[in-house]
């Protein structure tokens, strides 16, 4: 599901699409209320819809490395 540039999503201001995978689809965005950049991640309906994975701190992804 692609979004456009423009489109809202509560107060985040989608603006370009950068990235996508098997995990979602990621754009950057504006925050209109703090007037920031923002990175927006979209989850695919089957991962959106696990209650599980949407309550985790996080989503699955690259952590940083322990120093």
Aim: charged share 20%; glycine share 14%; aromatic share 2%.
């Amino acid at each position: 599901m692609a979004l456009k540039p423009g489109t809202m999503l509560g107060p985040y201001e989608v603006l370009a699409q950068i990235g996508a995978g098997g995990m979602g689809e990621v754009y950057k965005g504006l925050d209109t209320r703090l007037n920031r950049d923002v990175a927006i991640k979209v989850l695919p309906e089957h991962l959106a819809l696990n209650a599980e994975l949407r309550e985790r701190p996080g989503l699955p992804g690259p952590r940083p490395s322990p120093t």
